[in-house]
């Protein structure tokens, strides 16, 4: 288990800060195809289901490849598998401008997708730079990354209008390939790998690392992070086509007004930390998660046009979301989900700190499958149902069945296995078999008398 850091190490901040900035980059490239994607769409005459197929690849490859980085991470430090997943993503980037047909690019973007494995490695790598009750924020900073699908949405359509789509391909490559040098650079092995060195320790086999997936609680928190994330990434790839359709919009206006929703589903995030650590992770997935389920249902409401027999004849009348209404609805949800997608990853250094790479890594992996799934559910539902709203109706189904599995869990545990804690705002840490252990609150820190009324939200529930 890592051990209580209580003065910050030296290259801390650069740990922290060169992280985000390089998730961002990934984030972005991870994402391209939702702009570009559009172009393509119309060179090679895709249907919807094709289409979501194309952007959803990327996710299923950097969703399939987090649990084994985050494995590699716990193993050999974030640092080098950090670069190394920026290198591979650049290379795949550069050569998707050799893509020809549609089976070609769906090959290429398998390549692509390795750029969104860099959030197992970055939470594993800046985990280990903070001490429990400040790993919440760290993870909240680090997580508004997410940005990165806004980045590609403000300036991929503008670059793509002027110099084509290869051009954007070109440039998210470069930028990763400088990410990765300054990353090498200007970033420092994490300490508990430097401490593991000079003892002479030997990393863990994959065996141990795996322990914890046997644990149900790790699935409930994958089924979590499928919807915040999955839906997150899901929408971002699919709103500038949405706002195309339904509203008739050119692509730059798509992709902007497609970044108002990015934006605040990823800096928000911090915000999510910020009051994971204060209130218990809890709490905040029952805000995300009723928040969500009004707006996902606000949102699944289709354009629907009534005849009602008056006195003096039929009165006809249309009930339909407008552009204005459906933006705001979009931005509400995107922040519901920020807060969420921080509350899951406050759980898992608390409940499992010495396994942050291996779990984070499968709950990634699930949350990220649903960012590839999503978008062809999208697609299949527009080419079957025929109903552009279709999209947030399946996204309520989900949020709603994650409500519902989330209350009872916790009412089970609270008064079943645990009768005393039916009234506590905290539930109490796990180990990896999944036996619950009493809460112990952590010393207090130096200079303190240890009676401050004010008790700190260390716990993920």
């Given at each position: 288990m890592p051990a209580r850091i209580d003065k910050a190490p030296e290259g801390q901040d650069a740990a922290l800060w060169?992280?985000?900035?390089?998730f961002t980059v990934c984030f972005a490239v991870w994402t391209i195809f939702s702009i570009i994607g559009i172009q393509i769409k119309k060179d090679l005459g895709l249907n919807d289901t094709q289409f979501g197929l194309l952007i959803g690849t990327p996710i299923l490859t950097g969703s399939l490849v987090r649990l084994m980085l985050g494995v590699w991470t716990d193993q050999h430090g974030g640092r080098v598998v950090y670069v190394g997943v920026m290198v591979s993503a650049a290379?795949?980037?550069?050569?998707?401008?050799f893509a020809y047909d549609f089976i070609t690019f769906l090959i290429a973007a398998l390549g692509v997708g390795v750029?969104?494995?860099?959030?197992?490695?970055?939470?594993?790598?800046?985990?280990r730079w903070y001490p429990i009750e400040k790993q919440g924020t760290a993870l909240g900073i680090f997580g508004a990354g997410n940005v990165g699908a806004a980045v590609t949405k403000f300036l991929?359509?503008?670059i793509m209008v002027a110099f084509g789509w290869k051009m954007v391909a070109n440039i998210w490559a470069a930028g990763l390939l400088v990410m990765a040098v300054v990353f090498w650079f200007g970033t420092k092995d994490d300490p508990e790998l430097e401490k593991r060195r000079k003892a002479g320790l030997k990393p863990e086999p994959l065996s141990a690392m795996l322990v914890p997936l046997k644990n149900l609680q790790v699935w409930r928190f994958s089924l979590y992070y499928f919807f915040v994330f999955g839906g997150f990434v899901a929408l971002a790839l699919w709103l500038p086509r949405y706002y195309v359709g339904v509203y008739g919009l050119d692509i730059v206006t798509a992709g902007l007004l497609g970044a108002a929703y990015s934006i605040p589903a990823s800096v928000f995030r911090i915000l999510g930390g910020t009051l994971s650590d204060k209130y218990g992770a809890r709490r905040v997935m029952y805000w995300t998660?009723?928040?969500?389920?009004?707006c996902t249902f606000l949102l699944a409401y289709p354009a629907t046009k009534y005849v009602v027999a008056g006195i003096r004849g039929p009165i006809e009348f249309t009930i339909a979301i407008g552009f204005i209404p459906f933006?705001?609805?979009?931005?509400?949800?995107?922040?519901?989900?920020?807060?969420?997608?921080?509350?899951?990853?406050?759980?898992?250094?608390?409940?499992?700190?010495?396994r942050v790479g291996s779990v984070g890594g499968v709950v990634g992996l699930i949350g990220g499958l649903g960012g590839f799934i999503l978008p062809i559910g999208f697609g299949a539902m527009n080419d079957i149902v025929g109903v552009w709203t279709s999209c947030f109706m399946l996204l309520f189904v989900i949020v709603a069945v994650s409500l519902v599995w989330m209350h009872w869990s916790i009412i089970y545990m609270d008064k079943r296995r645990v009768p005393e804690l039916a009234r506590a705002q905290y539930l109490p840490a796990a180990d990896v078999f999944g036996q619950v252990l009493p809460p112990k609150p952590?010393?207090?820190?130096?200079?303190?008398?240890?009676?401050?009324?004010?008790?700190?939200?260390v716990y993920a529930d």
């Open positions: 060169l992280s985000t900035i390089a290379i795949a980037t550069w050569l998707l401008t750029a969104g494995g860099s959030f197992a490695v970055g939470i594993a790598y800046v985990s991929a359509p503008v998660f009723i928040g969500s389920v009004i933006t705001i609805l979009t931005f509400a949800l995107g922040f519901f989900m920020s807060l969420g997608k921080a509350a899951v990853y406050k759980h898992i250094p608390v409940y499992y700190p010495g952590l010393a207090p820190p130096k200079g303190s008398s240890g009676r401050s009324k004010k008790r700190t939200a």
